[in-house]
């Protein structure tokens, strides 16, 4: 197993009612907050009116930045930053999704910025300060409550792109799981497929030695396949909110890349996709991975798809034919897509995209290296 290191500073409030905490877990770190939050739903399910209630009781002025959109924007980041400046904020606190979390913690970097925040994004600027940040999650998906990645888009050159800095792991999060009752089956379907991205980009790894991590891994994706389907069908039914939210943080804290080497080439490809064609993240991934699986099934040397199968959906499913098989029926049975077609989406980017990624990363993947060609062909085999 490869040597690690491993620190998880965030301070997870998990259950229901945990808001109760925020009003005196904010005032730590002062009296200013910029609250950060995205198109409206927090005002519907009346998140917003705890939130609010909280940080007066501690009398804890904020400023509100909405309208943050799904695959969120730089120019909401700028006007973030431009607010946070001009009050001063002792801390970023973010009410909403991966996308709201992330626009918080470019925020709290980049008021630290000496040019263009997105220098950041490009390597250019490295990231050494960031204002505290804390979040009320309201959907499992990104893992950005308990992480030190936040990913924006370029919106006016197409490029989605991450940051990533210990400087914004999130100080403190809520996850009250009540707060996803409200969250669409679409976006559910979209939160799993993501959670379940996050655990195969780390699973599928060439170093067979991790065999703790290994074992979580295969346990937060039984989750997915068990209590995906019960959150899809009744948003209020609490275990599977309770479990999936859970989840969601676990797949990406850092803990199931312990001891291993990870992946991290479909994320690279889905960032394209969603950076020209607005996808929903989540949603880039039920197309994906089957076209992957199936191009990069012969790198197998562990037969990890097979013993996948055999864990996640029993022994039917014990091959690599038979286990994409019965993930693409899991995924359609979320109503999820497993074509780029069925999103109106054509080969004439393809190119584009892969000179883009070969661009900016170059070579990608562990499980198999992926160059130019490679990453042409899956996208083809996604259509
Ligand atoms: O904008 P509002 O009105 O809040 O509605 C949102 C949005 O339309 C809605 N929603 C969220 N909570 C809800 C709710 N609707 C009803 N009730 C609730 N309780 O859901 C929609 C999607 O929200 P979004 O924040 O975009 O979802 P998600 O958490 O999936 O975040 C996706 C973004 O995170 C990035 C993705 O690339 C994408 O931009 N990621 C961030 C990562 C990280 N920071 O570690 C890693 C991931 O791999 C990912 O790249
Ligand atoms: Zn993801």
Redesign the pocket.
Known sequence: MKSFIYHQPTRLFFGRGQIKHLGKEAAKYGEKALLV??????KK?MIFDAVVRELEKYGIEYKELGE?S???VLQRVKEGIRLAREQKSDLVLAV???????TAKAIAAGVFATGDVWSMFTGQEPITRALPIGTVL??A????EA?A???ITYETEAKKCAIHSEMIIPRFSIMDPE??F???PR?TA??VA?IMA?LFEQYFSPDPDAVVTDYLTEALLKICVEMGPQAHKEGENMKARANLMWASTLA?NGLMSLGKRTDWAL?KLS?EL?ARYDMI??ETFSILYPAWMRYVADADALNRFAHLGKVLFGEKANSSSAFIEHLETFYQSLGLPLHLSERGIGPDRFEEMASNIIDLYGLIGIFKRLDYHDIVRIFQMAL
């Open positions: 939050y995205g198109g409206g739903s927090i399910n943050v799904p695959n969120p909403g999704g991966g996308s709201v979390l992330d309201t959907i998906a990104t893992g950005s992480n990645h936040a990913v707060y996803t409200t969250v669409s976006q979209a939160g993501d996050h990406l994320h960032h969603s993240h989540g």
